[in-house]
């Protein structure tokens, strides 16, 4: 043997320590991702849902078929937890929805070929625990093709080019055109 070499023998002693400490390692590795994602994209958990979209005529009476000409006014119901249930693998814990959420929502519709004949977006801010209904009014032109149309209503981060969805399903509610 040179100088150089240094020679560790692992008896079990060592051996143990060294284990105890690579599952320690790989523990805590773990339960830091876990949280890491429970923390900075919080957003997938759905923070937002679309609890109903309905179509009603200018006076605001309920209706679902509509001639061409006439205006439909589309009410979306969209509400905020207050908080959310994350099953960690080793641990449960509940998040608080504390502070107010910005969001954009989005309202398409598409006629019974499923072209797109509206589109439209408005920013808001929703708190904890509330709910907000955003009204929108469509003219049916004159020269719009008659048969089923369907509203389609979407809650995304305010940020589009890179946004996350922050409902888990968009809303969908159909009304015929004569």
Do not use: C, H
């Amino acid at each position: 043997m040179s100088s150089d070499e240094i020679v560790i023998t692992l008896d079990s002693k060592r051996l143990i320590v060294l284990g105890v400490i690579v599952v320690l390692g790989v523990a805590a590795t773990y339960s830091y991702i876990g949280a890491l994602f429970a923390f900075i994209a919080p957003s997938q958990d759905f923070p937002l849902k679309v609890t109903s979209v309905a179509t009603f005529d200018t006076s605001d009476a309920s209706k679902t078929a509509f001639t061409r000409g006439s205006t439909v006014r589309i009410k979306a119901t969209v509400e905020k937890a207050t908080d959310y249930y994350y099953n960690y693998p080793t641990y449960y814990y509940y998040y608080d929805f504390v502070g107010d959420t910005s969001y954009r929502i989005i309202i398409t519709i598409m006629d019974g070929s499923r072209r797109p004949v509206f589109f439209k977006y408005t920013t808001k801010t929703i708190s904890p625990g509330s709910s907000q209904v955003t009204s929108y009014d469509y003219k049916i032109p004159s020269t719009a093709s008659a048969g089923t149309y369907t509203i389609r209503v979407m809650v995304w981060s305010d940020w589009l080019p890179s946004g996350d969805a922050l409902a888990p399903e968009a809303g969908e509610k159909t009304f015929e055109v004569t």
